[in-house]
């Protein structure tokens, strides 16, 4: 009987923890969001999964921005979500940027992940971790309409634990 009581309080404990959770998990997710969406900056902003976690060598992340205001100039960012199961300190990737025109622009950007200490750069939570590089500041989009962003990993290992890859475009700013 009293073993009972004692497995009954033990479960009560646990769901109030379950629910504490639950509701500050709730909370910060909701902040995250209203500060996405209250993001003036922000022109472009898309995130590609990376089937089952892992990047691999064929899978190029293609993002399509329609680019209407040849007059202002953007920031744009490479962002990288990868595990703490990264083995590197670095990452390089491909990006090829093609205008409407048919022009194109191929860059090989490097990546830090971790610091010479191996502490890892950007946030995050348990073992999810987001890098975000500038990639090309104040830069102009001469020619309106849909410019393609492939970003493509161009590490010497055949899939990488990297489960997101994002690219952003935001007003440029400078601050």
């Keep these: 009987m009293k073993r009972n009581r004692q497995e009954k309080g033990k479960e009560k404990k646990e769901t109030g923890i379950i629910k504490n ?20 900056l922000m022109y472009y902003d898309t ?6 976690g892992l990047w691999k060598w064929s899978d190029i992340k293609r993002f399509e921005a ?21 083995p ?5 990737v491909f990006v090829t940027t ?3 025109s048919r022009a194109s ?17 950007g946030n995050g939570f348990g073992n999810i971790k987001l890098v975000s590089l500038e990639y090309r500041r104040a830069v ?5 309409g ?20 994002g690219l952003r475009i935001e007003e440029f700013s400078e601050l």
């Design 21 to 40: 959770n639950m509701r500050i998990f709730l909370a910060v997710t909701g902040l995250m969001l209203l500060m996405v969406s209250c993001d003036p």
């Design 140 to 144: 102009r989009f001469p020619v309106k």
């Design 98 to 100: 093609t205008a409407p």
């Design 146 to 165: 849909k410019y393609t962003f492939e970003i493509e990993q161009g590490m010497r290992i055949p899939e990488i634990p990297v489960t997101d890859i």
């Design 47 to 52: 995130y590609s999964k990376a089937e089952g």
């Design 88 to 92: 590197k300190s670095n990452l390089f």
């Design 66 to 86: 329609d680019m209407n205001d040849s007059i202002s100039m953007f920031d744009i960012l490479i962002n990288i979500r990868h595990t703490t199961d990264y």
């Design 105 to 121: 622009r191929r860059d090989t950007v490097e990546i830090i992940i971790s610091d010479d200490h191996g502490k890892w750069r």
